[in-house]
């Protein structure tokens, strides 16, 4: 199974794909989708249409999105959603499945502990990929802890057989 993980962001969006199988997981590629300005509308344009790429160059089988948990003002809160909104219509359009996990869900399955810092996350993102050398950017370790997270998670959603779609 390959899975896309998410991390929406109203900077920078940070992406992961990861292999999963026989309770195993593999790294197979991880960025950044970076540009977005004051994501206007030709900002927004560019994360749905890298999304849109990533999708079809990897065709993952499932896409994992980190949901929105906190924004510390009104106006960070909007442009974090607008970027969310082009990333979930881009999977939505793709028919893949998609899930979303919470920020503490995706740090516990990822570190063992909610609350870990993003340091603490990208070094056991490092080391459960074994990712050798330089460590991805923080946008795109948060991404595969995502994808991670779904990959931990596939039994719950398997045996339920729903995503957001409610399919």
Do not use: W
């Amino acid at each position: 199974m390959k899975i896309l993980g998410i991390d929406p962001g109203s900077h920078t969006t940070g992406y992961g794909i990861i292999r999963y199988q026989n309770n195993c997981v593999s790294h197979v590629e991880a960025g950044i989708i970076s540009g977005h300005r004051k994501n206007d509308v030709t900002s927004l344009t560019e994360i749905f249409s890298e999304i849109e790429k990533i999708l079809e160059k990897h065709a993952p089988d499932a896409v994992a999105v980190e949901d929105i948990f906190f924004a510390s003002n009104a106006q960070s809160a909007l442009k974090l959603g607008h970027a969310r909104g082009v990333i979930l219509l881009a999977v939505f359009r793709s028919g893949i499945p998609l899930f979303e996990y919470s920020a503490l869900e995706v740090k516990k399955a990822v570190t063992g502990y909610g609350r870990a810092d993003k340091t603490q996350v990208q070094k056991m993102v490092a080391k459960l990929l074994d990712i050798k050398g330089k460590l991805p950017a923080h946008d795109a370790s948060d991404a595969l802890a995502v994808a991670i997270c779904h990959a931990h998670s596939t039994k719950k959603y398997t045996a339920s057989g729903k995503d957001l779609r409610g399919h």
